[in-house]
């Protein structure tokens, strides 16, 4: 499974962010982030239906997931961006259960990462 996900950037406080991820076939999602200096962690992820979605707890409310599975796309939309929102954000694909997890080790592949900042 490749992955390959444009976008991120710089953004203000208050704005918003689109960041799409292309899978050459289609997966249970999500994506990670991986803020300066710490680990990474789980944001957003929905299955390979897109029946069922899970966020964490930081981003609900703010952050929203879907798909097209025509196109085998994730996107993940950000709004009210905060400054602790800052990471390089990283899309993931599980080939081994439709379902979704929140842990690194359950997916099998991992986009390149995208830097998005968030200024105050």
């Known amino acids: 499974v490749q992955l390959q996900a444009p976008g991120g950037g710089f953004v203000q406080a208050g704005g918003s962010l689109k960041l799409s991820c292309a899978a050459s076939?289609?997966?249970?999602m999500a994506w990670f982030r991986q803020p300066p200096g710490k680990e990474r962690e789980f944001v957003i992820g929905?299955?390979?239906?897109?029946?069922?979605?899970s966020y964490a707890e930081s981003v609900k409310g703010r952050f929203s997931i879907s798909r097209d599975n025509a196109k085998n796309t994730v996107y993940l939309q950000m709004n009210s961006l905060k400054p602790e929102d800052t990471a390089v954000y990283y899309c993931?694909?599980?080939?081994?259960?439709?379902?979704?997890?929140?842990?690194?080790?359950?997916?099998?592949?991992w986009g390149q990462g995208t830097l998005v900042t968030v200024s105050s």
């Open positions: 993931a694909a599980r080939t081994t259960n439709w379902g979704i997890s929140r842990v690194t080790y359950d997916y099998d592949y």
């Open positions: 076939t289609r997966t249970s």
């Open positions: 929905i299955s390979w239906s897109g029946d069922s979605t």
